[in-house]
């Protein structure tokens, strides 16, 4: 069996089925997912990984980050209110902290939080309006926030009036800000619609506030332009008239209200624990990104332009708000926390996998599919993204497909095949849309720009004619499933004979001076004009395994458009080549997206860890996790806790597809691709049937990792996996060292069945139930099978002493016959990364890509400086 990770069929499903009186399958009735768990399922060290708080409805800060001007604490130099896990600083509650005109006061969370934010206040004096400003890096925190819009650098800030108000009180829920990790309280010198220079008359009139008007008059003229205050710009006699305004803060808190389905965000369903510190977290940080993006779905996208289209609102440039919404139901799995919080088909085909293995929010995927099928055209067409799209015609070829995608992931995660049924229709007119644009070169004509803002998709596309392929593959799955509970399939040979069409026609974009395919037929092929050869579509040639060998006639056929009328000098491409290539352009930072200049996103390297995994490169996978997403979590500007958008190629914090780099989202779903790859790649975990009926285990540590272990629940029960390198020692007290292995442990659900691999080779087949082991020996030349031996009858002895759960791998395995036992290899080291160049940023290319383009005066350089 081949080493897969596409995590889009390696996924669990939480909520206990029952079968039903009528004898109905286990899978056969629509699904209850909720309540979801209260507590994890898998209790363990790796828990202090989880990002999420304990309480989400009272998330304290962590720290004072900067304080400027008129503030006044109860310590010099540190601030809390309370203490709880997330808090460590120095404020003693009740004392408030005091805050006058000019005073700027910047807080730290923990982790990138997000929700409404509440004060218990002190004390006021004359009606002061604070303003609040929300960042989600460190690199934007201030008095004005980072950006949501397009339209302008920066969002406004938020006024919020107190006026003589004391207690608690929270911002409206229109004003849940969905992800920061920096939270900006200032008090600035306020302006006055009064004449004269009588403090009484101004009394007499009432203090005045920032309106959102006033702040799109006086406001933008520093946004992105400085550092300096909103108050900067009040001449001083205007501010002497108003320094009697202040404000005594007891206490500020957040409280979150992503991911409503759980009561407790901390109650995860799966886990993973590896030798790798870094991956561990770089597992958990996908987990969370993903929950912070998973909404109420009335507290929905930050589009504002696109929201007037259909609420008609008159919101000012550079204001925001949350109260649009974006689907049906209690929960829905949207883009972004920050911005767009709008469902995206490419984003939820990602972040399915990484739901499923983690939280099993599986409603919130079930409403995003719902509303995009929902506003399905008449054509058949699907929407481009859910509301505010899907009124005006919006469509992309890929996005379409991602939808499809969804469809067979959310099914084999969950089982739900009534809800297929009823979709089924929808499915099958969306499938012919695709299927009518391939033509007579064997590829699907892409008839719409839109993909994930990447340039250069018109034409006959190699990503969207290879995504095809692997639709119809899943379709053919989707339809035997279906056939097993009387629905009405169609002509199942057409699609087969399409699938083989489009690998004649994929061929001809194959390039043997590169050893990668280009992008379509035109200017991007092998002899165009300007040929390249894509991350995102060399990626999904792997993944949709393509029949790549020589006896495939394109390969060698004189009339392709794309070669001189040669063979192949070196026979068509392997999947292993193909894969070594992709590597090859890696950078210090990850894999550029050389189709979009200037970019690494990891939404285009999250299919490039799941093509390294169909090639049977699982280590290279694994590499590229540690090398691009280990930038994202820790490089400068980044939030430590959640996984961004992308970032530019010389590892700098703006998105290449924002002129401003403060509207990059660093919490986005389409980057949390590890969460599922690792647990269907390094553990090994594969569903093949609906729920996990049927299932496959095929691990792989790869020469990174000394150890792992991890797992997910299903309605059928609980798949864990647990792995890790041993050495053989002769008799039970001996210290003669012989054979090195890795061992394996597996424990598998009652009534399922499935197979176990090592290296490629079915070790097993087996009915579910119970906990198995093996060891498989190393040194098995190339071609040669792996020596594996089944542990059955041997038993595991924890040393005295030692943590069984923090050190689980140092357990000792003895034989029946106690002459030989296997204890863990410590010798074992992972070999140091490789080093790479950083990547060259082309300043000439960068303002051609903008989705929107840049204000009159400003200019590229200002990027050069962040």
Not at 155 to 164: I, R, S
Not at 529 to 540: F, R, T
Request: net charge negative; with cysteine.
């Amino acid at each position: 069996m081949r080493h897969h990770c596409q995590p889009w069929w390696a996924a669990p499903l939480f909520a206990a089925v029952a079968v039903s009186a009528s004898g109905n399958s286990l899978f056969d009735d629509p699904i209850a997912y909720e309540p979801l768990p209260n507590a994890t399922l898998f209790p363990g060290p790796w828990d202090e990984y989880i990002k999420a708080p304990k309480n989400k409805s009272h998330i304290l800060p962590a720290r004072f980050w900067k304080v400027r001007g008129n503030v006044s604490t109860s310590t010099a130099t540190t601030v809390t209110w309370g203490k709880n896990e997330d808090n460590n600083t120095g404020h003693v509650p009740g004392s408030g902290i005091l805050i006058g005109p000019g005073g700027v006061l910047t807080v730290e969370f923990k982790e990138n939080y997000g929700g409404r934010v509440c004060f218990d206040i002190e004390s006021v004096g004359e009606n002061p309006v604070i303003h609040l400003a929300y960042s989600e890096s460190p690199l934007f925190a201030g008095p004005v926030p980072d950006a949501t819009t397009d339209r302008q650098e920066r969002d406004l800030p938020l006024p919020f009036e107190l006026g003589d108000r004391t207690g608690i009180i929270c911002v409206g829920s229109e004003f849940v800000r969905g992800a920061f990790k920096y939270l900006t309280v200032s008090l600035p010198y306020r302006s006055s619609d009064a004449t004269g220079d009588s403090e009484s008359a101004d009394e007499s009139k009432g203090a005045s506030i920032f309106s959102w008007d006033t702040l799109d008059r006086i406001g933008q003229k520093i946004l992105g332009h400085g550092k300096r205050p909103l108050s900067s710009y009040l001449s001083k006699s205007r501010r002497q008239f108003y320094s009697r305004a202040w404000v005594s803060i007891a206490k500020l808190w957040v409280n979150c209200t992503a991911f409503p389905s759980q009561t407790n965000g901390r109650a995860y369903s799966g886990y993973f624990y590896s030798s790798s510190s870094l991956l561990n977290r770089i597992w958990y940080a996908g987990a969370w990104t993903l929950q912070l993006s998973t909404l109420d779905p009335k507290e929905g996208s930050a589009l504002i332009d696109y929201n007037r289209l259909v609420d008609h609102n008159n919101s000012p440039v550079g204001s925001w708000y949350s109260n649009f919404t974006i689907s049906n139901g209690t929960a829905v799995t949207t883009d972004g926390a920050k911005r767009d919080r709008v469902v995206w088909p490419g984003d939820m085909f990602i972040a399915i996998p990484g739901i499923a293995v983690s939280t099993y929010d599986m409603v919130a995927v079930r409403n995003a599919l719902d509303v995009l099928y929902d506003h399905q055209y008449a054509d058949g067409s699907l929407p481009y993204a859910g509301p505010p799209m899907g009124w005006h015609g919006e469509f992309s070829d890929t996005y379409h497909l991602h939808t499809l995608l969804g469809t067979y992931a959310y099914v084999l995660y969950s089982g739900d095949l009534g809800w297929l049924r009823t979709r089924w229709p929808a499915y099958l007119a969306a499938l012919k849309v695709s299927i009518s644009k391939v033509d007579d070169l064997g590829l699907l004509h892409v008839s719409s720009v839109a993909d994930w803002l990447r340039p250069g998709m018109t034409g006959h596309n190699l990503e969207a004619s290879a995504m095809l392929h692997t639709v119809l593959r899943k379709s053919l799955i989707l339809a035997t499933w279906l056939a097993k509970t009387n629905t009405t399939a169609p002509d199942h040979q057409s699609w087969t004979t399409l699938q083989h069409t489009l690998e004649n026609g994929l061929a001809r974009l194959y390039c043997p001076s590169t050893g990668l395919f280009s992008d379509n037929v035109g200017e991007r092929s092998c002899t165009g004009a300007s040929h390249l050869d894509p991350q995102d579509g060399n990626s999904w040639a792997l993944i949709s395994r393509l029949d790549l060998t020589a006896s495939g006639r394109p390969w060698t056929d004189p009339k392709s458009p794309t070669r001189t009328n040669t063979t192949l000098p070196s026979g068509p491409p392997t999947a292993h080549n193909i894969s070594s290539n992709l590597r090859a352009r890696w950078t210090r930072y990850g894999a550029p997206a050389v189709e979009f200049p200037n970019v690494i996103s990891p939404f285009a390297s999250g299919f490039e860890l799941l093509a390294h995994c169909a090639a049977d490169d699982v280590a290279a996978a694994v590499e590229l996790v540690l090398l691009e997403w280990g930038h994202l979590l820790d490089g400068p500007g980044f939030t430590n806790s959640t996984l961004a958008e992308g970032f530019r190629v010389d590892g700098n914090v703006q998105y290449p597809a924002y002129w401003s780099a403060a509207r990059n989202s660093h919490a986005h779903g389409w980057a949390s691709g590890p969460t599922g790859v690792l647990t269907a790649s390094v553990l090994g975990i594969e569903l093949v049937s609906p729920g996990g009926e049927e299932w496959a285990v095929h691990p792989d540590l790869t020469r990174w990792l000394a150890w792992a272990r991890g797992g997910f629940a299903t309605a059928r029960g609980r798949f864990e996996v647990k792995v890790w390198r041993v050495v053989e020692a002769a008799g039970v007290n001996g210290s003669s060292k012989g054979r090195k292995g890795v061992a394996m442990e597996i424990m598998t659900p009652k009534g399922t069945r499935g197979t176990v691999s090592f290296g490629g080779q079915v070790v097993r087949e087996m009915d579910g139930g119970g906990v198995r082991r093996w060891v498989a020996w190393d040194g098995a030349e190339v071609g040669e099978d792996v020596v594996v031996e089944d542990l059955t009858g041997w038993s595991m002895r924890t040393p005295p002493r030692l943590d069984a759960q923090e050190k689980w791998y140092d357990t000792i395995i003895v034989s029946e016959s106690g002459d030989t036992m296997l204890v863990f290899d410590h010798e074992f080291t992972p070999p140091v990364m490789e080093e790479r160049p950083v990547g060259v940023v082309d300043w000439s290319e960068m303002e051609k890509h903008f989705k929107t383009p840049p204000p009159k005066g400003w200019r590229v350089e200002s990027l050069r400086d962040l």
